[in-house]
């Protein structure tokens, strides 16, 4: 036992915790046979820094059956007979390229330790996967599955069974499945000499939808050669239906259904992510006469048909193609039609479709299942036509460019389960080659008003991969509450409840677009703050941000803020700096208020170190008449701030305080969070002694007998050091020096001198 937890503590890097516990019974070594069964109680092995509190691996139990003479003869490969794993939970999370909880290894490259295995189980267990880098989330519950083969051997046969109890699927934000069942047979013949990998018997059924495989996949060196076709095995329109989003509910197997579904296709090729080379596809989707009806609810969907085709047969996909010459649904009695035909996507790209139809909102809820959606009402009404080239809309040719028709809504009511009401009175969408029109009136979002009004420029460049979309946005409210808006969610993984990490935005979407802002509001209500007449005016294009002007008042404290902010999505995507440069102006302002994160702690209170933020690298020039800061009241404040590698630098900064003038320069870094270190040189002219005595905790302790002195004095002070806890220097760290010059100075009312006056008949 002692040497077993001495080989998993080494053989495991600092990314994770490892508990293993063992029980006298759990450990049986029967000398008289060769194999020995090792059985690990309540083994768990859990994350730390940035997966922390995350689980990698826990079981209720992780049996071996082993092979003994393997683990001591020479020149044999240590066997495992058999695997079993009992109520696992598996949790796998990948961040980025370079960060992924199963990273937890030293160094392998060196080592030629191998295993072989012939049999493995798991039993009720539990796996999440979230890959960040295709925003893909998968979870799975009561999974049972097992698999036999001889590894021992260089070619064999493979079989594998699982059920999965609860299988979910979030893409790109969107569920595909949701509480979904899965069972799935595959036989797989592994060839390890040549690496190929040939599906035999493959099964795969997922709720209601059956599909069959056929093929191999065979890897080379770079090259990863591709030979599989597939095709759904039954032809009822039911079994797709099942795996339709949302669609696979507790009654399913009640709904009314009609009509016939198929789904086949093929992948053939080979894959090279160096040469750019791909396999190549064709996949066929149709659907003929569809209908179905829940029992629980009011309305049906019919007229289900949709051809849906697409190929591609060059490895650079220059030549594929998507098209949709029809489909059409009704729910209940209001018709929906439309058509879609791409070609050469990756070239001068090709788009001819339209959407016809009335839409009912309120039919839908009552004909379709939408978890989480209380209530949904209104009438959207569209007929929107397009054809055109791209190189037409990249060109702005909008005379050879059709797009034309528009949508109307009225009374849309939608309300999720949860959240405040959205109420849109009227809106319209006006389409035209040159602009897009998109205006909603009277919109009541909770208890938030809002009109906007949207152009989007050349809309077909939606479709480009040479242009960007261009859209001006224009919003009035009254009154917005942002709090009301605001979900639960923190920055990287949450270890509350062992969940995994929020996905992020598409950074593509952001960066392919130029956004011009104007926005006013009368009243803003954002945490604890009350925001009077914000305004903003800016723009967003690629990866920089210009705000024009964005003034307001918040808390009696009036601001203007103007400038530039580049790589912003650099730094919220893909680890970068942000950089930029502002100007800060305001009349009054009381800094205390935002000093700690709930705004809520007065000026005598102690106060906590604030952390200057990595990756980030700002110029911020400040003008403020009238500056509340702790306890002292600063005039005509003016300062240049540097922000860089977690260190603020103070330049040039100048203000009328304390009945005199302050000249400061200063550095503040917090590289070090629990001892920040600082630097400062201070030029102080005309200073009263009874104000600065009053007003400064320092000149306190350095200097108490200034309390007794009725005056001005100058001073040139250089002083470095750390900061304690509550942002007070560390008197021990401190490195002073400089002078003080009194004016017009004379002690009154401290005892030793005045008695020594009076002694001495001096006034």
């Not at 569920?175 to 592994?190: E, M, P, R, V, W």
């Not at 392919?512 to 703050?529: A, D, E, G, H, P």
């Not at 999505?569 to 935002?594: E, P, R, W």
Request: proline fraction near 3%.
């Amino acid at each position: 036992k002692d040497k077993i937890l001495a080989y998993v503590k080494e053989d495991i890097n600092k990314s994770v915790h490892a508990t293993v516990s063992f029980s006298d019974a759990s450990i049986s070594f029967f000398r008289s046979f060769p194999d020995m069964q090792i059985s690990i109680d309540s083994m768990e092995i859990t994350g730390l820094d940035e997966f922390d509190g995350i689980t990698l691996y826990k079981a209720v139990n992780t049996s071996l059956d082993i092979s003994l003479l393997s683990l001591f003869k020479k020149n044999i490969t240590p066997k495992i007979n058999s695997l079993d794993l009992d109520t696992p939970e598996i949790n796998v999370i990948i961040l980025d390229k370079t960060h992924a909880n199963y990273l937890i290894m030293k160094d392998t490259t060196k080592s030629n330790y191998t295993l072989q295995l012939e049999k493995y189980t798991i039993e009720n267990g539990k796996l999440t996967y979230q890959d960040n880098t295709m925003q893909l989330i998968m979870n799975m519950e009561g999974i049972n599955h097992n698999g036999t083969g001889d590894f021992t051997q260089d070619i064999f046969d493979l079989e594998t069974n699982t059920v999965i109890d609860t299988l979910n699927v979030v893409y790109m934000g969107t569920s595909y499945l949701s509480n979904a069942t899965a069972d799935i047979k595959a036989g797989i013949n592994i060839n390890f000499p040549e690496k190929k990998y040939t599906l035999r018997n493959n099964d795969i059924k997922v709720n209601e939808f059956q599909i069959t495989a056929d093929g191999y996949v065979q890897m080379n060196g770079d090259n990863i050669f591709t030979d599989v076709s597939f095709k759904s095995a039954s032809e009822q329109f039911k079994s797709i239906l099942s795996i339709v989003p949302n669609a696979f509910t507790k009654d399913f197997k009640d709904i009314q259904t009609k009509g016939s579904a198929s789904i086949n296709g093929l992948v053939k090729g080979n894959y090279n992510s160096i040469k750019g080379e791909f396999p190549a596809f064709d996949i066929k989707i149709n659907i003929t006469d569809g209908f179905f009806k829940y029992p629980t609810l009011t309305q049906s969907v019919k007229d289900i048909f949709a051809d849906i085709h697409i190929k591609a047969t060059r490895s650079d996909y220059k030549d594929m193609f998507v098209n949709i010459p029809a489909f059409r649904l009704a729910f209940g009695n209001d018709p929906i039609s439309g058509k879609l035909t791409a070609s050469n996507l990756t070239g001068d790209q090709k788009v001819e479709g339209s959407l016809h139809g009335k839409i009912n909102l309120q039919n839908v809820l009552q004909a379709f299942p939408m978890a989480g959606v209380n209530e949904l009402s209104g009438v959207i009404n569209c007929a929107l036509d397009f054809k055109a080239k791209m190189s037409d809309v990249n060109n702005k040719n909008y005379g050879a460019i059709a797009f034309s028709g528009g949508a109307t809504g009225h009374n849309i009511v939608y309300r999720g389960k949860g959240q405040p009401y959205i109420k849109i009175k009227t809106s319209e969408a006006i389409a035209s080659p040159a602009v897009f029109v998109f205006t909603a009136k009277e919109m009541q979002l909770g208890k938030s008003d809002l009109s906007i009004h949207t152009e989007v420029v050349n809309p077909l460049a939606l479709f480009s991969t040479e242009k960007n979309m261009d859209i001006k946005i224009k919003a009035t409210s009254s009154f917005v509450d942002l709090n009301e808006w605001q979900t639960d969610g923190t920055k990287g993984v949450s270890n509350s409840n062992n969940s995994p990490a929020p996905m992020t935005i598409d950074e593509n979407i952001l960066k392919n677009t130029n956004i011009t802002l104007n926005l006013n509001s009368k009243q803003t209500i954002f945490n604890q703050f009350s925001i009077q007449n914000i305004n903003l005016d800016g723009k967003l294009a690629a990866n920089a941000m210009q705000i024009n002007d964005m003034s307001g008042v918040m808390d009696k404290n009036d601001f203007r803020l103007s400038g530039t902010v580049i790589n912003a999505y650099d730094y919220m995507f893909n680890n970068g700096i942000v950089d930029g440069k502002l100007t800060f102006t305001s009349v009054n302002f009381d800094a205390n208020k935002f000093m700690t994160s709930d705004g809520a702690k007065g000026p005598d209170e102690p106060r906590q170190v604030i952390p200057v933020p990595e990756k980030v690298r700002l110029s911020i020039l400040a003008d403020i008449k009238n500056l509340t800061y702790t306890n002292l009241h600063l005039e005509d404040f003016k300062v240049n701030m540097d922000v860089a590698n977690q260190e603020v630098a103070l330049r040039n900064m100048e203000t009328k305080t304390l009945g005199g003038v302050l000249l400061m320069d200063g550095l503040y870094n917090t590289t070090n969070l629990l001892n920040p270190d600082f630097s400062v040189k201070l030029d102080m002219s005309k200073i009263k002694f009874v104000e600065a005595i009053s007003k400064i905790e320092i000149l306190k302790k350095l200097a108490p007998i200034a309390a007794y002195i009725d005056g001005y004095f100058n001073t040139t002070l250089v002083m470095k050091g750390k900061l304690g806890s509550q942002m007070i220097p560390d008197l021990k760290s401190l490195d002073a020096s400089g002078f003080l010059e009194t004016i017009s100075g004379s002690l009154k009312g401290f005892n030793p001198i005045a008695t020594l006056a009076d002694k001495l008949g001096i006034p």
